[in-house]
């Protein structure tokens, strides 16, 4: 159902959900085209340390979780369409940056810009659905745009190593300019503003604090924020760490195109599903029994991985299986987070977007810096996460998992 009063679009729902996911993907892009070109990284700019250069996937996360407070209030003032636009060409400066870096401290300070500016997009997809649509139908457009995005780290990887066989991995971050300068160009031309005029807010700094304000202590708000925070510290383990598992643990640098894909498609075999599933079953119990199911597999993987030992298909089966779960929870997390905060869409947005990236790329980060020769660290880590997601949810909810209506949980 559309919210009401919602803005005129002249976008169908299909271009809505494309254009998008295409500007959430730059960002999927933007760091799993890295991990091929991060060996070449290391050689061009002396880094010898493989732990060390999980720094150019982590200060681009950092990056992207530092200003998303800056972006929301500004969209709620002035506008989503100008405040996106401006975000954009600022991605395109800082990527350009990137690929001139002659210093691997120049290079991380510019990742670092590089996410800041794209955070834009987190903020202003999630506002932008919100301020079209709501409930169930919100969770379906969130889940069909977060399948799309979810395809590209199908891709990246492939396209990141076809883009070495060209040309150095600074071609790759010119590619990624181009990327935005085009999305940029694509939202001008066709993107309407979606702000509700009723809910255009002032810069006044009591106003923005009130809003940050409920964003915090509603508890659905900040129970699914943090619950998204658990799942994304998992998935940022994951990227932080996959290179490393493939080419040392199991020796085969390779394989990392298609390992990568193979453990992509169930995420975005999920996100399509969930897209159907949540009219069904309503968002929170598909989110609740998705949790469950993460919890429950990555467990399984982790013994199995400590206890009996697998080998690289093994892993990236159980992996891939594991993984698909995620498709059922930051999506859904996403829309509950977001199911009461319609008048201060933008706000709200930044407040969980800031909460749930920069939490998450620390709790991925020192995952990721247990790595030790094996998988194990990043397999237990990642049930610890799903762990702690659910022990949020059981919180938030006072222990009342799975219930079909959705709206019981603001009562």
């Known amino acids: 159902m559309h919210a009401p009063n919602a803005p005129a679009t002249r976008l169908g729902p299909r271009e809505i959900i494309v254009l998008l996911a295409g500007l959430m993907a730059l960002n999927s892009f933007a760091i799993d085209a890295m991990l091929p070109a991060l060996p070449d990284i290391g050689r061009d700019l002396g880094i010898s340390e493989e732990n060390r250069r999980q720094l150019v996937i982590v200060a681009y996360m950092f990056g992207f979780g530092s200003t998303q407070l800056i972006w929301g209030p500004l969209a709620d003032r002035f506008g989503r369409k100008p405040i996106l636009l401006s975000g954009m060409a600022l991605y395109v400066a800082f990527a350009l940056l990137c690929g ?29 659905v919100r301020d079209l649509f709501e409930g ?26 076809g883009i070495l066989l060209i040309g150095t991995w600074r071609l790759i971050f010119a590619f990624l300019a181009g990327w935005a300068f085009v999305a940029g160009l694509w939202a001008m031309w066709r993107l309407p503003e979606t702000l509700h005029p009723e809910y255009r807010r002032s810069l006044d700094i009591r106003e923005i604090g009130k809003a940050v304000r409920r964003a915090l202590t509603d508890r659905l708000s900040l129970g699914y924020t943090l619950a ?41 075999i999920g996100s399509f599903t969930n897209a159907s599933i949540v009219r069904r079953f309503g968002v929170r119990a598909v989110s609740h029994w998705g949790t469950v199911a993460f919890l ?21 089966v159980m992996q891939a299986l594991t993984n698909g779960m995620l498709a059922f929870t930051s999506a859904n997390f996403s829309t509950l987070a977001m199911s009461r905060m319609a008048d201060v869409a933008g706000t709200a947005s930044s407040v969980q977007g800031v909460m749930g990236t920069v939490l998450g ?11 030790d020769g094996s998988e194990r660290p990043f397999l237990w880590g990642m049930a610890a996460s799903a762990a702690l997601a659910l022990f949020i949810l059981l919180v938030v909810e006072r222990g009342r998992l799975f219930a079909r209506p959705d709206r019981a949980a603001s009562a």
């Open 100 to 128: 001139m870096a002659t210093s691997f401290e120049l290079l991380v300070a510019a990742r670092f810009a590089m996410g800041a500016s794209s955070a834009v997009t987190r903020v202003l997809v999630t506002a932008m």
């Open 136 to 161: 169930e139908e919100m969770a379906r457009i969130m889940s069909l745009t977060f399948m799309v995005f979810m395809l590209m780290p199908m891709i990246a990887p492939t396209l990141g190593q």
């Open 228 to 268: 998204m925070t658990a799942t994304f510290g998992a998935l940022v383990a994951y990227i932080a760490t996959i290179q490393q598992i493939i080419g040392e643990t199991f020796g085969r640098p390779d394989a990392i195109g298609w390992t990568f894909a193979a453990i992509a498609v169930p995420m975005a």
């Open 296 to 316: 429950s597999l990555a467990l399984i993987h982790a013994g199995v991985a400590t206890f009996i030992g697998e080998s690289l298909i093994a892993f990236v």
């Open 361 to 371: 790329a620390l709790l991925g980060l020192v995952i990721g810096q247990a790595y």
